[in-house]
């Protein structure tokens, strides 16, 4: 708003500036001070409003853009377009969109919180409640690959397009790679995801891939975690695309991540990882790897939306500070460079998706 444009009023606000006044920020992640109804205006003004959305996007200020030396930090919420909802012991933790929404509103913003990794409906969501100003975009684009889907292998993709992408204005999009020696449907994942990265770098957007290599157990596909088939994993994906300018990749937490990290020069997030241990042990687990050469921060869902205890404000605090900031005016390096050589990636299991 200009100095000389008359102030906002009821009658004069846009149906997105309604909306965003009407849902307060989210005060508690305890069902007991929830209010059921207290999304229906968004449910309202994507009824009534569906070309909200774009101009939300259009107006929102930008992230300036990563940079060396200064980690980035992501929230991940892209696990519930696959039917993955279950966070531990609980099958149906991210069942309700109402508490996911509240919990990655208080992630978002925190100042130390770059940006987020969605789904289109979440993404969406979150652009008409003014959660993504100033912060990184980053869609997810290969949803297909449903746990426990007969052609699970065969992850095609069904979310966001380069394109529509860039017409948000957003930062990049992400691809779960899963390479499976025993599924024929592997070859077409490769090439489906060589497609998305040249479609993403002539958009001149990122591309972050996420690769694994996986196999078939019992019916169910899983993900070897053991350094050697990461170390597999990366030769693979990284060498997909006609460039590889703009490509990262987005890794798990595993032993001897120095060889990890040693096979790549890409721009590295690591990738939270199903919490299935301790979130203090975890982050343990982060702190060190954050201290190696090439690895550019944090993209993280249920470990900090769902933590121990249930206060995502402090488990989103405890993440940040593990953030190195090496430029001008930024924070000392918060890691320790000891090496991980042996240390298992506490919270890491096969399945990581």
């Known amino acids: 708003m200009s100095r000389t444009d008359p102030p906002r009023t009821s009658e004069t606000l846009t149906?997105?500036?309604?909306?965003?006044?009407?849902?307060?920020?989210?005060?508690?992640?305890?069902?007991?001070?929830?209010?059921?109804?207290?999304?229906?205006?968004?449910?309202?003004?994507?009824?009534?409003?569906?070309?909200?959305?774009?101009?939300?996007?259009?107006?929102?200020?930008?992230?300036?853009?990563?940079?060396?030396?200064?980690?980035?930090?992501?929230?991940?919420?892209?696990?519930?377009?696959?039917?993955?909802?279950?966070?531990?012991?609980?099958?149906?933790?991210?069942?309700?969109?109402?508490r996911l929404l509240d919990r990655l509103r208080i992630a978002l913003a925190h100042p130390k919180v770059d940006g987020v990794l969605a789904s289109p409906d979440v993404l969406d969501d979150l652009l008409l409640l003014g959660a993504l100003d100033g912060k990184l975009i980053f869609g997810s684009m290969n949803r297909a690959g449903l746990p426990g889907l007969v052609n699970e292998i065969d992850d095609r993709f069904t979310g966001h397009t380069a394109s529509a992408l860039s017409a948000l204005?957003?930062?990049?999009?992400?691809?779960?790679?899963?390479?499976?020696?025993?599924?024929a449907a592997t070859t077409s994942v490769l090439e489906s995801t060589a497609q998305a990265v040249d479609q993403l770098h002539a958009d001149g957007l990122i591309a972050m891939v996420e690769p694994f290599i996986s196999r078939t157990e019992a019916g169910r596909v899983v993900n070897d975690l053991s350094t050697e088939a990461v170390i597999q994993s990366v030769a693979?994906?990284?060498?997909?695309?006609?460039?590889?300018?703009?490509?990262?990749?987005?890794?798990?937490?595993?032993?001897?991540?120095?060889?990890?990290?040693?096979?790549?020069?890409?721009?590295?997030?690591?990738?939270?990882?199903?919490?299935?241990?301790?979130?203090?042990?975890?982050?343990?687990?982060?702190?060190?790897?954050l201290a190696l050469p090439g690895v550019q921060g944090l993209t993280v869902g249920r470990t900090l939306l769902y933590p121990d205890g249930g206060d995502?404000?402090?488990?989103?605090?405890?993440?940040?500070?593990?953030?190195?900031?090496?430029?001008?005016?930024?924070?000392?390096?918060?890691?320790?460079?000891?090496?991980?050589?042996?240390?298992?990636?506490?919270?890491a299991t096969k399945e990581d998706r």
């Open 15 to 98: 149906p997105v500036h309604q909306l965003r006044r009407e849902i307060s920020p989210p005060q508690s992640t305890s069902p007991d001070d929830e209010d059921p109804r207290r999304y229906e205006p968004l449910t309202r003004l994507r009824l009534e409003h569906p070309e909200s959305v774009a101009a939300a996007a259009q107006s929102r200020r930008r992230h300036p853009g990563p940079v060396h030396g200064r980690q980035s930090f992501i929230i991940a919420a892209d696990h519930a377009a696959r039917g993955a909802l279950a966070v531990k012991s609980d099958p149906q933790a991210m069942a309700d969109r109402r």
């Open 169 to 183: 204005g957003a930062d990049g999009g992400k691809m779960l790679t899963r390479i499976a020696f025993d599924d």
């Open 236 to 289: 693979i994906a990284q060498g997909l695309g006609a460039s590889s300018a703009r490509t990262w990749m987005k890794l798990p937490v595993v032993e001897d991540m120095e060889r990890v990290m040693a096979a790549t020069t890409l721009p590295t997030v690591l990738l939270g990882g199903d919490p299935s241990g301790r979130t203090d042990e975890v982050l343990e687990t982060w702190r060190r790897a």
């Open 312 to 347: 995502v404000a402090a488990a989103v605090d405890a993440a940040a500070s593990l953030l190195n900031d090496s430029t001008p005016g930024g924070s000392p390096d918060a890691t320790d460079p000891a090496p991980t050589g042996g240390l298992a990636p506490a919270g």
